[in-house]
């Protein structure tokens, strides 16, 4: 039996654009999230609108405006619904919709169901970040959503970078290695544990450390699961959005996972856990 390659390095040429673009990037999530109200609001519209682009690129190749079109309405319908306070309408919404979008791409998409799909896809991620920065200390969960998920990638990244090792799942993603896996769950567990000890945010350090590793488990997670939607769809990146990352699901696709699971947590903290 013949071993399989060993993961590629990482390309350092393209390390200066990366970096400018999460200095452009970072802030403005970081403000839109403290301040929240419209400029939350529309942070997450564009976000919505530029994911359901590269997802009708990806999906529907040869009619994509429409399924793009399809999708980004759908969710937005939620969004809106959501930022109202009618969560429970809002998740109904997501259904609904997601439906609709599968029969307006039926003749224009090789599996309409797709479009179906790329709302629920990106639809819970997008109502759970409005829910979370809604509630009391909203501001700090989604900042520690945020602080986690990032720490995450640069944990997984540098670790794996460095020490390299057997591949975590070489059939989707080929370069992902057991050690960055390991690094990620490290560097997001103690980011979660560090948020705690804010006098202002209302959490004992062990429920935010086991916060953390929630988050980082769920950042790895989307992100091999977009790398495997990659695979399905034949394409390299979402898209090229972003100089030096590719598309915006590139970058924001284990946050679609780890804002779910933050906004489970939150409620629970919400019925007493964590205190």
Same mark, same amino acid.
């Given at each position: 039996?013949?071993?399989?390659?060993?993961?590629?390095r990482f390309?350092?040429?393209?390390?200066?654009?990366r970096?400018?673009?999460?200095?452009?990037?970072?802030p403005a999530?970081?403000?839109?999230?403290?301040?929240?109200?419209?400029?939350?609001?529309?942070?997450?519209?564009?976000?919505v609108?530029?994911?359901?682009?590269?997802?009708?690129?990806m999906?529907?190749?040869?009619?994509?405006?429409?399924?793009?079109?399809?999708?980004a309405?759908?969710?937005?319908?939620a969004?809106?619904?959501?930022?109202?306070g009618?969560?429970?309408?809002?998740?109904g919404?997501?259904?609904?919709?997601?439906a609709g979008?599968?029969?307006?791409?039926?003749?224009?998409?090789?599996r309409?169901?797709?479009?179906?799909?790329?709302?629920?896809?990106?639809?819970?991620?997008?109502?759970?970040?409005?829910?979370?920065?809604?509630?009391?200390?909203? $501001?700090?969960?989604?900042?520690m959503?945020?602080?986690?998920?990032?720490?995450?990638?640069i944990?997984a990244?540098a670790v794996?970078?460095?020490?390299?090792?057997?591949k975590?799942?070489?059939?989707?993603?080929?370069?992902?290695?057991?050690?960055g896996?390991?690094?990620?769950?490290?560097?997001?567990?103690?980011?979660?544990a560090?948020?705690?000890t804010?006098?202002?945010?209302?959490?004992?350090?062990?429920?935010a450390?086991?916060?953390?590793?929630?988050?980082?488990?769920a950042?790895m997670?989307?992100d091999?699961?977009?790398?495997?939607?990659?695979?399905?769809f034949?394409?390299?990146?979402?898209g090229d959005?972003?100089p030096? $990352?590719g598309?915006?699901?590139?970058?924001v696709?284990?946050l679609?996972?780890?804002v779910v699971?933050m906004a489970?947590?939150?409620?629970?903290? $919400?019925?007493?856990?964590?205190h």
């Amino acid at each position: 039996m013949t071993s399989s390659p060993p993961a590629k390095r990482f390309d350092w040429s393209n390390l200066g654009l990366r970096v400018a673009s999460a200095v452009v990037l970072v802030p403005a999530a970081i403000a839109a999230a403290w301040f929240g109200g419209w400029p939350y609001l529309v942070l997450i519209a564009v976000g919505v609108a530029l994911l359901a682009i590269e997802w009708g690129g990806m999906s529907a190749p040869v009619a994509p405006t429409r399924v793009a079109a399809a999708v980004a309405a759908a969710v937005l319908i939620a969004v809106f619904v959501g930022y109202r306070g009618d969560f429970i309408w809002a998740w109904g919404a997501i259904l609904v919709t997601a439906a609709g979008a599968a029969v307006i791409a039926r003749g224009v998409a090789e599996r309409p169901a797709d479009a179906a799909y790329g709302v629920l896809y990106i639809a819970p991620a997008a109502l759970c970040l409005v829910w979370l920065r809604s509630t009391n200390q909203g $501001h700090w969960w989604t900042l520690m959503l945020f602080a986690a998920t990032w720490a995450a990638d640069i944990g997984a990244f540098a670790v794996g970078s460095t020490l390299k090792g057997p591949k975590l799942w070489p059939r989707f993603s080929p370069n992902k290695t057991w050690s960055g896996f390991v690094g990620g769950l490290a560097a997001a567990t103690g980011v979660g544990a560090l948020m705690a000890t804010q006098s202002a945010f209302e959490l004992n350090v062990w429920a935010a450390a086991g916060i953390g590793l929630a988050v980082g488990l769920a950042t790895m997670a989307g992100d091999l699961w977009e790398s495997a939607l990659k695979r399905r769809f034949g394409v390299k990146d979402s898209g090229d959005l972003i100089p030096g $990352h590719g598309g915006l699901l590139d970058r924001v696709d284990g946050l679609m996972f780890a804002v779910v699971v933050m906004a489970a947590l939150r409620l629970a903290n $919400h019925w007493g856990w964590g205190h």
